[in-house]
């Protein structure tokens, strides 16, 4: 996917902030820090796109980037933030809620899983939250630049496994590092087939 054009839209506080053009939305969420923001600037090549960080809790709104036109990447708080007050961990969570649940635009939510990490029950507990109200969701490993092949298969199949506890069908899935910008291709393949099924399917309504 040749991306022309990005831009970025808006950071909006709640979902009636949100753009109201309905245009299709990918969005990624995830534990604070495990590369949200880093992963959508590898996408668009341009590494100031959102504001990224090695500490915690940067990104604390939800916030629109229009591509082309076309369709939204929409990078959100993290979740999980040891650091943050019960308070504001519960208002980000509900922002967070209330747009992926009640927006009808989003086309994938993307989940990010530190590839390093073992299965974490935050993390499943997300999955099993937004599974369960039938949001379309696709994992993607995050770091992979951090561990070696054959830690990446063994973690994967280990998360895979406990995932298995409460999925029937495990989502489909992308390895990726920001740094080495691996599976850059594989990600805007598949955003870029599904915003062309999306349109088919737009088209014959
Ligand atoms: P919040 O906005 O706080 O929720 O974090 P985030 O999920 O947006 O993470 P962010 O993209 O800001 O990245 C957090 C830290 O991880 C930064 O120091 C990044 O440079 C680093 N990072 C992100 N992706 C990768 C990666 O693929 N490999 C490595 N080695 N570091 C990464
Ligand atoms: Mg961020």
Redesign the pocket.
Known sequence: MLIKNIEFIKSSNSIVECPKDKLPEFAFL??????????INMIVNNKKL??????????RLINHFKVDKKFYLV?L??YG?AKASKADRKKWDHMVKEYVTKSNVIVVLFI?IDIRLKPQDIDISFLNYYGKKNIPINIIF?????INSQNINKNIDTFFNELSKSWSEPPEYFV?????KTGKNDITGHIESIYSSFKNYEKNL
């Open positions: 995830g534990r604070s820090n495990v590369g949200k923001s880093s992963l959102s504001k990224t960080s090695s500490k915690p809790g940067k990104t990078d708080p993290g933030w990010l995050t770091k992979c630049d951090k990726t590092s920001s740094i080495k």
